[in-house]
């Protein structure tokens, strides 16, 4: 039974930076894909980021690439989000998830394991 945990959420200012982080329970996280996505009030839930296996490939939405990073330390069965430059626009609720395949890593329904999401609030 996989289990994940986000935490590192909070308010923040405009242009300041933030790092969440998922805790994985469960065996094999290695062996897992790990997804970001985001949820703000009234929108529907939108891919952030993914990284594959042992952290070799990564894919970013056009509107974080290059403020945002995803990583993940095997060791600590743990996924990172750094978030710099942050923006109104990124106040949501940020939640990890996990499946076993990189094939369509932006579609939130093919993900098999989801946190219970951690909130950003960004103030302009």
């Known amino acids: 039974q996989v289990q994940l945990v986000e935490s590192g959420g909070g308010l923040v200012q405009a242009g300041d930076s933030l790092r969440l982080s998922c805790a994985f329970s469960?065996?094999?996280?290695?062996?897992?894909?790990m997804g970001w996505f985001r949820q703000a009030p009234g929108k529907e839930r939108e891919f952030v980021a993914a990284i594959r296996w042992r952290g070799d490939m990564t894919s970013y939405a056009d509107s974080v690439k290059g403020r945002f990073t995803i990583s993940r330390e095997d060791a600590k069965n743990v996924l990172y989000l750094e978030m710099n430059s942050l923006k109104p626009e990124d106040t949501a609720v940020y939640y990890c998830?996990?499946?076993?395949?990189?094939?369509?890593?932006?579609?939130?329904?093919?993900?098999?394991?989801w946190g219970q999401g951690t909130q950003v609030t960004v103030s302009s």
């Open positions: 998830a996990a499946r076993n395949q990189w094939s369509d890593y932006s579609d939130s329904y093919k993900y098999d394991y």
């Open positions: 469960g065996r094999f996280f290695s062996a897992y894909v």
